[in-house]
Nanobody, 125 residues
Framework: EVQLVESGGGLVQAGGSLTLTCRVS????????MGWLRQAPGKEREGVAC????????YYSNSVKGRFTISSDNDRNIVTLRMDNLKPEDTAVYSC??????????????????WGEGTPVTVSA
């Protein structure tokens, strides 16, 4: 059974930082593109970052580029998202996801093969 379990969300002031962690079981990170999605209240789910574990290449949405950093530890089956300089518009439920290629995470409505239940992030002004 594939499980993606997120942790690390919380309440933070604008300009602050948070690190989200995704613990993955039931699949090999080497075989998937791992990423992070978010869904803000009243908005559609969107992809914000992904990493191709074969080469470790990271991709970001324009809204988070330069502020968020995705990384993965294939030995420990953990994916992290470091979020710096957070803004109130980053408030959302953040979910870890696994897909066959970066387009399934970042291009258009996300279409991952697997995803977790998410962890909430609230950024106060």
């Amino acid at each position: 059974e594939v499980q993606l379990v997120e942790s690390g969300g919380g309440l933070v002031q604008a300009g602050g930082s948070l690190t989200l962690t995704c613990r993955v079981s039931g699949l090999r990170l080497d075989d998937h593109v791992m990423g992070w999605l978010r869904q803000a209240p009243g908005k559609e789910r969107e992809g914000v970052a992904c990493i191709t574990n074969s080469r470790g290449t990271a991709y970001y949405s324009n809204s988070v580029k330069g502020r968020f950093t995705i990384s993965s530890d294939n030995d420990r089956n953990i994916v992290t998202l470091r979020m710096d300089n957070l803004k109130p518009e980053d408030t959302a439920v953040y979910s870890c996801a696994a897909g066959p290629n970066p387009y399934t995470i970042l291009a258009g409505p996300p279409r991952p093969n697997y995803w977790g239940e998410g962890t909430p992030v609230t950024v106060s002004a």
